[in-house]
């Protein structure tokens, strides 16, 4: 038996697993968010939010407000607290809402009515009552990167977020720009632009990157 097992948990162990999450990048001003919580969980929850999408609309209900909650939320017009428990209407009109407290049975009883009104749900360290991760993310200029590692290790995450952005040059933006003056410039089909993008973009890469490599060694 004990050899039967051995072999099972090896076998589990070479096992790839997958992340089936669906990765999209939402325009949340589009939407309506409600953010329960405003201790230092939902700070964190607000500032990943705000930082995205400033333009956001977010309704905040909570039983206390955090000064630098109060002091972050108080930068965004479109950020609404409400200092008082949660009540049900609070879900009218939502399209996405972010349970932020310690309170396990409050977000239990949230996710049951989210999902009768088909409310996606970010909650707090609790990955199985989540339709949504807010993993963490590389912003550089127009560049934006989402890391996931399906739910298992936000910390992780958070790390190579550093990793990243501590690797991206600054002039990446520039980049980004040429590439998308030259996406404009060309004519033709989509196939024929696909197909002159791969080349161009190959070589503007890899000058842009070798610039900056350049520049880099005179630092040095």
């Known amino acids: 038996m004990s050899l039967f097992m051995s072999e099972t948990a090896k076998n589990k162990r070479t096992e790839v697993e997958s992340n ?23 700070l964190e929850k607000l500032t990943a939010l705000v930082n995205n999408s400033p333009h956001a609309h977010i309704r905040v209900v909570a039983t206390r407000i955090s000064a630098d909650f109060q002091e972050l939320a108080d930068r965004f ?20 809402a972010v349970l932020a407290t310690d309170n396990h049975l409050l977000h239990r009883y949230i996710y049951e009515l989210a ?29 934006k990167i989402g890391i996931s590692t399906n739910g298992k290790s936000p910390t992780l995450a958070k790390r190579l977020r550093e990793v990243l952005n501590d690797g991206l040059p600054e002039e990446i933006d520039e980049i980004l720009d040429d590439l998308s003056a030259i996406r404009e410039s060309l004519k033709g089909d989509f196939s024929y632009k696909v197909k002159k993008l791969n080349e161009l973009t190959a070589s503007l890469v890899a000058q842009k990157l070798d610039n900056i490599d350049g520049e880099s060694s005179k630092i040095k």
């Open 77 to 96: 017009p479109n950020v609404v607290i409400a200092e008082r428990p949660f009540q049900e209407d609070d879900l009218d009109g939502m399209t996405f």
């Open 20 to 42: 089936d999450l669906f990765p999209v990048f939402l325009k949340l001003q589009n939407f309506h968010t409600l953010l329960v919580g405003a201790g230092n969980v939902g």
């Open 115 to 143: 999902k009768e009104r088909g409310i996606l749900l970010n909650v707090a360290d609790t990955p199985n009552l989540c339709d949504v991760y807010l993993g963490s993310i590389v912003k550089k200029g127009n560049l």
